[in-house]
């Protein structure tokens, strides 16, 4: 009776920390994983918004922006070294994600910028966005608050997107 009732914890336990790590979200033939984003402070200007965006497809799709009720406004925007100085501009076009490749958003590359937010991210809440693309539509995620100083959960080197120098 006794390991019963230990196997069943055991198992609720497993079952409740692989669905809180299942963090993805599916749209036409794109795969959103893990979106998240850092804490915030009092009266911070912005946010980011983070995540693999992976095309099963056979034809391109392009992430043109988003929505969300915690912020004014979202864009698409790059991070990337020019000579020895880091630029960052708005995608007016959106960021192209290629058949059959997965695009990576993360600090110091692309990213979504949350301008205004409503109030401070508090690390451990989830965020809702809307993210816009112009093939798959409208899908809706959610934004997992990382600590201030989050780099991210993995490392997608070897996956097409920015490479940081």
């Known amino acids: 009776m006794r390991i019963t009732v230990l196997a069943i914890v055991a198992a609720a336990a497993i079952a409740v920390v692989t669905t809180a790590s299942a963090h993805s979200f599916k749209t036409g033939d794109l795969e959103i994983g893990h979106p998240w984003s850092r ?59 290629p058949a059959g490749e997965t695009i990576t958003l993360k600090p110091g590359g692309y990213h979504l910028m949350l301008m205004k937010p409503q109030r401070p991210f508090k690390e451990g809440e989830r965020v809702p966005l809307t993210l816009k693309f112009e093939k798959a539509g409208e899908v809706t995620v959610e ?22 120098q």
């Open 39 to 97: 804490a915030t402070l009092p009266n911070a200007p912005v946010a980011g918004g983070y995540m693999t965006i992976e095309n099963t497809g056979t034809t391109d799709d392009t992430l043109l922006g988003g929505s969300t009720p915690a912020a004014e406004k979202v864009d698409v925007h790059e991070m990337k070294m020019e000579g020895d100085v880091m630029t960052m501009r708005p995608l007016t076009q959106g960021l192209i994600i």
């Open 143 to 164: 934004l997992a608050v990382d600590k201030p100083n989050a780099m991210g959960k993995d490392d997608h080197a070897g996956h097409a997107g920015m490479k940081t």
